[in-house]
DNA sequence: TTTGATTATTGACAAAGATCAACCAAATAC
DNA sequence: GTATTTGGTTGATCTTTGTCAATAATCAAA
């Protein structure tokens, strides 16, 4: 793999506290690829072969079911994904396909379950990594089953802010229908929700969104950390 | 502790491996009570001062916000939870109370957090519970967003009737508005549910289901081992 | 620039789900 | 044994959401 990714790569939480040896044994066996968008990367049912980080681009997680089809997460650079599965040896629960021109480092499952065995500072990572994983679904099964639509809709829009980085205006990080399917609904009735946060000051153009009055809408979405922040 | 509850906590994958000193450790600092019914063992929010392990009875997990309350999951013997929150020394996410009079082993989280950092053993073993944890969260989130409530009913009879036996006649193990609570709907709801699975062999007495013909409500259900199944 | 494809929006309608009120049955308390 | 409480069911009604169809807007390719 080629070695100016090493550095970055290494800095992930993940593999930061690892002994050199473990982390080059890994990279030796990685391949680094580059996809066009709209690629499937993972078909969930698939057995986990692949460890995946993403180092540019972005890709969305999504799942099917009787021909239905949800979006349940984006990732961006740079963070791993589908660990769960590999570790565990088991079959993916979710598909990725890549949104935009991406950047992927493969590493072999296998791999990571041998370093996984010998390396006791990467096990400790990994637990870390997979208790936030699992905090942050929890999270989002709160957000799904607590609230509705517009609520939804509303601190999603109030988390987005703050990526951002706080300002009044901000763009969209992904289509409109993806978002619908983040949130469990459909385009048709996201337009609607879009109309239905006016009142509180949510005006959007294309991929824009403009936060006339901040308190008004935070006033109705009710933010809790316990569902909508990253860290805690 | 008493020691007469020693075997069956070791015997949990979780600390099946682990070293005997650890877990003696572990065990010389934890706290066994009994609980009555309905009481509230954790608050969402509050500092995850224990690792629990559920002995006897049943626990339900459940979480609040804007006054809503849903069911996130019900816990039965022999079992963790809260395991996330504890290792991360981050606030619990959801809430736990007990349904029937209860036998909870508590470990001081700040222990498990100490023996985590010495044996490797132990780690490793969180690793894949707390893949499995992930795992299941997200199971239960493509049940909720992939499928109408009638088609979450159906797969929740299947797999409740796999986990008592297979039999056609089984008993649900809880009183139904928390099923309905775990479903995402109302009690109302539910009732009328339940009469939307007759046309597919589905009757309800009570706590009593029974499944007139399993391959009617299996052909509506569509169960999928990628929702459905407990271990993959 | 025009064309074609994709995405977003809107309105009309249908389906699903929530709410409210009434009622019933079983369990518990007195 | 009766009264009360709790959980469950039912019907009526209303809200929310999904679906379908039409249209507009955007973007990319020819």
New binding site residues.
């Given amino acids: 793999m080629s070695e100016t990714l090493y550095p970055e790569v290494r800095t992930l939480h993940l593999f930061s506290k690892m002994a050199d040896e473990h982390f080059e044994s890994l990279m030796r066996g990685a391949y680094v690829q580059n996809f066009p968008p709209q690629i499937e990367l993972i078909t969930e049912g698939d057995p986990s072969d692949f460890l995946h980080i993403i180092v540019a681009g972005s890709v969305e997680l999504f799942s099917t079911w009787n021909r239905r089809e949800t979006a349940m997460a984006t990732i961006r650079p740079i963070s791993t994904f589908i660990l769960a599965a590999s570790i565990k040896d088991a079959p993916y629960l979710m598909s990725a396909r890549t949104l935009e021109k991406s950047r992927i480092v493969l590493i072999p499952s296998q791999d990571v379950r041998s370093v996984f065995d010998e390396d006791a500072d990467f096990a400790r990572a990994m637990v870390t990594e997979l208790a936030q994983c699992y905090r942050s679904v929890v999270k989002s099964t709160k957000d799904l089953k607590l609230r509705?639509?517009?609520e939804q809709l509303a601190n999603y829009i109030l988390r987005q802010q703050t990526c951002a980085g706080g300002g009044a205006k901000f763009e969209l990080p992904i289509?409109?229908?993806r978002v619908a399917s983040l949130l469990?609904?459909?385009?048709?009735?996201?337009?609607?929700?879009?109309?239905g946060l006016q009142p509180y000051g949510v005006y959007?153009n294309?991929n824009q969104v403009t936060i006339k009055n901040q308190n008004d809408l935070i006033g109705f979405a009710k933010p809790n950390p316990l569902i909508d922040d990253f860290n805690t």
């Fill in positions: 509705t639509s517009l289509e409109k229908r469990g609904m459909t385009p048709e009735n996201l337009s609607r929700a879009f109309k959007v294309g």
